[in-house]
């Protein structure tokens, strides 16, 4: 069982950036892919980022290419996703999820871990 707490989220202005934690417990962290997706109201949730936990390969949707960049310290069971130029579009509730595997995952069903979210809201 692995569990994951997201911290970071918050209120920032259009143009502005910030960065989402989450920390994993439970298992051995390099052992999992971590990803981090999104909801917005009315929307399904989609990835944002992914990144594997063997040499740490990233992905990342189209949407945030060149703006948001994931990444990890096994050391500290802790996945990043630093935001920046955010538009009020990226405003949602961003999930952290973990999945066993070497390289990363991008479907949310291939996850198989969760945390509860955390809220980003970007004002124009």
């Known amino acids: 069982q692995v569990q994951l707490v997201e911290s970071g989220g918050g209120l920032v202005q259009a143009g502005g950036s910030l960065r989402l934690s989450c920390v994993a417990s439970g298992r051995t962290f390099s052992n999992y892919a971590m990803g981090w997706f999104r909801q917005g109201p009315g929307k399904e949730r989609e990835i944002v980022a992914a990144?594997?936990?063997?040499?740490?390969?990233?992905y990342y949707a189209d949407s945030v290419k060149g703006r948001f960049a994931i990444s990890r310290d096994n050391a500290k069971n802790t996945v990043y996703l630093q935001m920046s130029s955010l538009t009020p579009e990226d405003a949602a509730v961003y999930y952290c999820?973990?999945?066993?595997?070497?390289?990363?995952?991008?479907?949310?069903?291939?996850?198989?871990?969760w945390g509860q979210g955390t809220q980003v809201t970007v004002s124009s």
């Open positions: 990144i594997s936990g063997s040499d740490s390969s990233t």
């Open positions: 999820a973990a999945k066993s595997g070497t390289y990363y995952y991008t479907r949310r069903s291939q996850y198989n871990y």
